[in-house]
Structure formats: C-alpha cells, structure tokens
C-alpha cells in the first residue's frame, strides 16, 4: 500500500503565502510523478501542479507564477509554495502520488491523500 500524508494547510489572508508538504511512504517502489490537486466546494477536483522525477513541472493556469511545486526524491516529498493566494484558491488540496509497485511485475499506481483545507479570506 502507498501512503500520502500531507501537513495541515490552514488559513491565509489574500496575498499571503501558505506551504504545503506532502511525504509519500509504504510500497511506494519507484515514484514518477507527484503532484498537488485541489476541489473547492461544488466543484470538480483539478489539477494544480506536477512534478516529474526528472524535475519537470506543469501547473495550472490559474496558479503560474504564483505557485511553486518542488520535490525532494530521497524524502519521497513534494511540496508546494502558494504565495499572492486569493480568496478562489480556497479549496482542498489533495497530494498526488503516481509510480511502478516493486516486483517482477510492473504494477503502476495512482495515489491521492486525505485532503488538507486551504481557506483564504478576502
């Protein structure tokens, strides 16, 4: 099983900047992409940003040069940098984990974490 434990968003004013992290664990094999998605109430889940292991990234339009992915592949982390947030970023934040299971059998995998709310105020 792949585990995607990611820390506590929180709550921000518009224009500050929030962190978040994300730590992958478990029979996580070997990991190719990782990334951040988000779903704000009635509304559809999107993808925000992706890394690959390789280091290239893509993001959403919404949050080019206002967000920044990165990843620390030794930790099997990825974080994400939210700076000049607005009051539509409000949503919760899903980690995104993707990869090949170790064994004789490539298996890929898809995973997601729990969720971390992400509010921010007008």
């Known amino acids: 099983q792949v585990q995607a434990v990611e820390s506590v968003g929180g709550l921000a004013q518009a224009g500050g900047s929030l962190r978040l992290s994300c730590a992958a664990s478990?029979?996580?094999?070997?990991?190719?992409?990782m990334g951040w998605y988000r779903q704000a109430p009635g509304k559809q889940r999107e993808s925000v940003a992706t890394?690959?292991?390789?280091?290239?990234?893509n993001y959403a339009d919404s949050v080019k040069g206002r967000f920044t992915i990165s990843r620390d592949n030794a930790k099997s982390s990825v974080y994400l940098q939210m700076n000049s947030l607005k009051p539509e970023d409000t949503a919760v934040y899903y980690c995104?984990?993707?990869?090949?299971?170790?064994?004789?059998?490539?298996?890929?995998?898809?995973?997601w974490g729990q969720g971390t709310q992400v509010t921010v105020s007008s």
């Open positions: 478990g029979s996580i094999g070997s990991i190719n992409a």
């Open positions: 995104y984990v993707g990869g090949v299971f170790a064994g004789t059998i490539p298996r890929t995998y898809h995973h």
């Open positions: 890394i690959t292991s390789n280091g290239i990234t």
